[in-house]
């Protein structure tokens, strides 16, 4: 081999590098060995490096850490830093068997956790010799590391001494350290001039910081057109926030061409790499595009990544549509516990959801304390919906004590500007319950929910006016009330209406009109008017009797309780034809 010259180990280096620059890695592979086996240690570097990057041999990280590890043993500095790089992003794990996430040295080729002291060891050699990467990264070390490892003082002196070095990583490094020690315009401007250093070299992160001082005006003079441009490289190197950032402005269209498609790919690509924010926007999208319908399926499935990456408003989003059935099946369940997760958090939206759910039974057994606590701190500050939610919890007994005078005092306050509270309001002056009876204030109380149009208050309202009760009686005004509220599907609206016009209450009797909104009420699972229903049936009240109909409508009503019905059935003729035509034979008047 020496008559070739390059016999010693350092004339195969030699041959080899040529050999690498002119495009030869296989070629130069074997001399690189050959001189690395001899212990020379740039040789076992560039052997290292061609392990790690698959030049003229195959890729192996475990191979690549073992010679930078005999390169960096012989003070090899460039070897010292990369192997301490490798040992801070779990690429390779220089701790003994057992003690390491891989289990023994090198073994495996998939990420292990961080090994910060190896990278503490090999990185503070590389800083002492005087490289500027290993200043870098040893300030990295003790800023990241464990607990116990930590000195920031140390590490802002190293990442100083590398920034004044030139090294970009140092420039970040510094400008992250120096940030919160400065309180002034000089230092916020030291701050910036470090970060536009580490931007000039392109670091992701520093372009990414840059913009955003550039946007608030922090160390600089505020340039949002110059934020964005900065936005866009950053997000063009991978980082997540700069693509959210990105994308949004896209689909803003502020202070660049309007962009929904290239937007939304963008944010998609954030979301993908695990920006929660950036999910959150893509699931609203789906929502209200603006131009397409919305698609709750995909939005649930974003909202479900984000949430899962512990994004509470997302939870509080997936909750909502696990309430409603959008885009999911409905599961109280499952919503409450989204719903949960967010209403902990503080949003009141989520717990006023939650405590929806947790009324009507579901959630879990701490549920209903928790709600009962957000109610009484909610309505204690004067939120007429929290104190809605509290009078019916205490009504209920959910989370506290039921008490009625409570309950009562508590909807009083909500019913100054809650509909729905005036209604329930007005029901417990009626009976009494927790304040003294007050028809007439009961009266008022459902006029004022009624004429906001809420449905039931409308019905009790009639009901009091059909009978005299709390006011005088009006049946033409009680007609309208249950027509409206019929109109908006009020099934108890168009049974009261059935009975109204079959008789007996004042007004023209007629059964055709009464049939037709027993018939609507009864359709809609109202056992007394399938019970009044079949009895028109059977009488033939508009017509000819039809006894196998009022037999179905008689059946339905008895497998809903209505006892009654059983004694209809057995009165039925046993076949289809009946000599009794008189359709105006006596039909018992239904109560309202």
């Given at each position: 081999?020496?008559?070739?010259?390059?016999?010693?180990?350092?004339?195969?280096?030699?041959?080899?590098?040529?050999?690498?620059?002119?495009?030869?890695?296989?070629?130069?592979?074997?001399?690189?060995?050959?001189?690395?086996?001899?212990?020379?240690?740039?040789?076992?570097?560039?052997?290292?490096?061609?392990?790690?990057?698959?030049?003229?041999?195959?890729?192996?990280?475990?191979?690549?850490?073992?010679?930078?590890?005999?390169?960096?043993?012989?003070?090899?500095?460039?070897?010292?830093?990369?192997?301490?790089?490798?040992?801070?992003?779990?690429?390779?794990?220089?701790?003994?068997?057992?003690?390491?996430?891989?289990?023994?040295?090198?073994?495996?080729?998939?990420?292990?956790?961080?090994?910060?002291?190896?990278?503490?060891?090999?990185?503070?050699?590389?800083?002492?010799?005087?490289?500027?990467?290993?200043?870098?990264?040893?300030?990295?070390?003790?800023?990241?590391?464990?607990?116990?490892?930590?000195?920031?003082?140390?590490?802002?002196?190293?990442?100083?001494?590398?920034?004044?070095?030139?090294?970009?990583?140092?420039?970040?490094?510094?400008?992250?350290?120096?940030?919160?020690?400065?309180?002034?315009?000089?230092?916020?401007?030291?701050?910036?001039?470090?970060?536009?250093?580490?931007?000039?070299?392109?670091?992701?992160?520093?372009?990414?910081?840059?913009?955003?001082?550039?946007?608030?005006?922090?160390?600089?003079?505020?340039?949002?057109?110059?934020?964005?441009?900065?936005?866009?490289?950053?997000?063009?190197?991978g980082v997540r926030s700069a693509q959210t950032r990105w994308g949004l402005a896209l689909i803003e269209?502020?202070?660049?061409?309007?962009?929904?498609?290239?937007?939304?790919?963008?944010?998609?690509?954030?979301?993908?790499?695990?920006?929660?924010?950036?999910?959150?926007?893509?699931?609203?999208?789906?929502?209200?595009?603006?131009?397409?319908?919305?698609?709750?399926?995909?939005?649930?499935?974003?909202?479900?990544?984000?949430?899962?990456?512990?994004?509470?408003?997302?939870?509080?989003?997936?909750?909502?549509?696990?309430?409603?059935?959008?885009?999911?099946?409905?599961?109280?369940?499952?919503?409450?516990?989204?719903?949960?997760?967010?209403?902990?958090?503080?949003?009141?939206?989520?717990?006023?959801?939650?405590?929806?759910?947790?009324?009507?039974?579901?959630?879990?057994?701490?549920?209903?304390?928790?709600?009962?606590?957000?109610?009484?701190?909610?309505?204690?500050?004067?939120?007429?919906?929290?104190?809605?939610?509290?009078?019916?919890?205490?009504?209920?007994?959910?989370?506290?004590?039921?008490?009625?005078?409570?309950?009562?005092?508590?909807?009083?306050?909500?019913?100054?500007?809650?509909?729905?509270?005036?209604?329930?309001?007005?029901?417990?002056?009626?009976?009494?319950?927790?304040?003294?009876?007050?028809?007439?204030?009961?009266?008022?109380?459902?006029?004022?929910?009624?004429?906001?149009?809420?449905?039931?208050?409308?019905?009790?309202?009639?009901?009091?006016?059909?009978?005299?009760?709390?006011?005088?009686?009006?049946?033409?005004?009680?007609?309208?009330?249950?027509?409206?509220?019929?109109?908006?599907?009020?099934?108890?609206?168009?049974?009261?209406?059935?009975?109204?016009?079959?008789?007996?209450?004042?007004?023209?009797?007629?059964?055709?009109?009464?049939?037709?909104?027993?018939?609507?009420?009864?359709?809609?699972?109202?056992?007394?008017?399938?019970?009044?229903?079949?009895?028109?049936?059977?009488?033939?009240?508009?017509?000819?009797?039809?006894?196998?109909?009022?037999?179905?409508?008689?059946?339905?009503?008895?497998?809903?309780?209505?006892?009654?019905?059983?004694?209809?059935?057995?009165?039925?003729?046993?076949?289809?034809?009946?000599?009794?035509?008189?359709?105006?034979?006596?039909?018992?008047?239904?109560?309202?």
């Open positions: 081999m020496a008559l070739f010259g390059f016999g010693s180990p350092a004339a195969a280096l030699r041959r080899a590098v040529r050999l690498s620059e002119e495009g030869k890695a296989a070629e130069a592979f074997p001399l690189l060995a050959q001189a690395a086996k001899a212990g020379n240690a740039e040789a076992e570097y560039r052997v290292a490096r061609c392990y790690l990057e698959g030049s003229g041999v195959p890729a192996s990280r475990a191979e690549g850490a073992r010679w930078l590890e005999r390169a960096a043993g012989r003070g090899h500095i460039e070897a010292q830093t990369l192997l301490a790089a490798l040992c801070v992003n779990g690429l390779a794990d220089l701790r003994p068997p057992g003690e390491g996430q891989a289990g023994s040295l090198f073994a495996a080729e998939q990420p292990s956790g961080p090994d910060f002291e190896s990278a503490l060891k090999w990185s503070r050699r590389a800083a002492e010799a005087g490289s500027a990467q290993g200043q870098a990264m040893l300030g990295y070390v003790l800023t990241n590391g464990p607990e116990a490892m930590r000195d920031l003082e140390a590490a802002h002196g190293w990442y100083q001494r590398a920034a004044d070095a030139g090294s970009p990583e140092g420039c970040l490094g510094y400008a992250l350290s120096l940030a919160p020690r400065t309180n002034d315009a000089a230092g916020r401007r030291q701050v910036a001039e470090y970060l536009g250093r580490a931007a000039q070299a392109m670091l992701p992160t520093a372009v990414y910081l840059l913009g955003v001082l550039a946007e608030q005006g922090v160390g600089l003079t505020q340039d949002p057109a110059a934020a964005l441009e900065l936005y866009r490289n950053a997000a063009e190197l269209g502020k202070l660049v061409k309007r962009d929904l498609l290239n937007g939304e790919t963008w944010l998609r690509r954030a979301a993908l790499a695990g920006d929660a924010e950036a999910a959150v926007l893509v699931a609203d999208l789906n929502i209200n595009n603006g131009e397409l319908p919305p698609n709750y399926t995909q939005a649930a499935a974003w909202y479900r990544r984000a949430a899962e990456a512990g994004n509470k408003a997302a939870a509080g989003a997936l909750g909502s549509l696990y309430l409603n059935g959008d885009g999911v099946a409905p599961d109280p369940e499952e919503a409450a516990r989204w719903l949960r997760i967010s209403a902990l958090a503080g949003d009141t939206h989520s717990q006023i959801d939650l405590a929806n759910l947790v009324l009507q039974g579901a959630g879990n057994p701490e549920d209903p304390a928790s709600v009962a606590k957000w109610f009484e701190q909610a309505a204690a500050s004067g939120d007429l919906i929290a104190s809605f939610n509290l009078g019916i919890a205490l009504a209920k007994g959910v989370g506290m004590e039921a008490d009625d005078e409570q309950a009562a005092q508590w909807l009083r306050q909500a019913a100054e500007g809650l509909p729905q509270a005036q209604y329930i309001y007005g029901r417990m002056l009626a009976e009494g319950r927790g304040v003294a009876a007050d028809p007439t204030a009961a009266r008022d109380w459902f006029t004022r929910a009624a004429d906001a149009g809420l449905g039931d208050a409308q019905v009790a309202l009639a009901e009091m006016m059909v009978n005299g009760r709390g006011g005088p009686a009006d049946i033409p005004g009680a007609l309208r009330r249950f027509e409206k509220a019929a109109g908006e599907g009020h099934v108890g609206a168009m049974f009261a209406l059935g009975a109204l016009y079959g008789g007996g209450h004042q007004i023209p009797t007629d059964r055709k009109i009464a049939q037709r909104w027993l018939k609507s009420a009864a359709e809609e699972g109202h056992g007394y008017a399938q019970l009044m229903l079949g009895r028109y049936l059977a009488a033939g009240a508009t017509g000819e009797p039809q006894p196998e109909e009022a037999r179905d409508w008689f059946e339905r009503a008895l497998a809903q309780g209505i006892i009654e019905a059983e004694d209809d059935l057995a009165a039925l003729p046993p076949d289809t034809d009946s000599e009794d035509d008189d359709s105006d034979r006596d039909l018992p008047a239904a109560r309202v």
